[in-house]
């Protein structure tokens, strides 16, 4: 069984940074950020293998956001840089991807943590 509970949401202006972390209890392997814009579907944002080596992102997010994961505190992170308003959504963690781990098709989910960017 694993827990996911993210934090580090807010409201930001367009051009500003946030770090999101998700802290996870349980055994982890592939974990992923996805975010959910209102009236929207659940859409993949990144993803990263246990060993931090392989990461995976969304093209509409690469340049701008990096995620990181540090087993030692068992915590997943999206650092996320140069924020435009079609960022804005529930950034939701996630861990044990079913298939394609761009799929939104994992075991275990966090409550997710609003970002909101303004113009």
């Known amino acids: 069984q694993v827990t996911l509970v993210e934090s580090g949401g807010g409201l930001v202006q367009a051009g500003n940074s946030l770090r999101l972390s998700c802290a996870a209890s349980g055994r982890t392997s592939t974990l992923g950020w996805f975010r959910q814009a209102s009236g929207k579907e659940r859409e993949f944002v990144a993803a990263?293998?246990?060993?931090?080596?392989?990461?995976n992102y969304a093209d509409s997010v690469k340049g701008r956001f990096t995620i990181s994961r540090d087993n030692a505190k068992n915590t997943l992170y999206l650092q996320m840089n140069s924020l435009q308003p079609g960022d804005t959504g529930v950034y939701y963690c996630?861990?044990?991807?079913?298939?394609?781990?761009?799929?939104?098709?994992?075991?275990?989910w966090g409550q997710g943590t609003q970002v909101t960017v303004s113009s």
């Open positions: 996630a861990a044990q991807p079913r298939s394609d781990l761009r799929l939104a098709d994992y075991k275990y």
């Open positions: 990263i293998n246990w060993s931090g080596v392989i990461t």
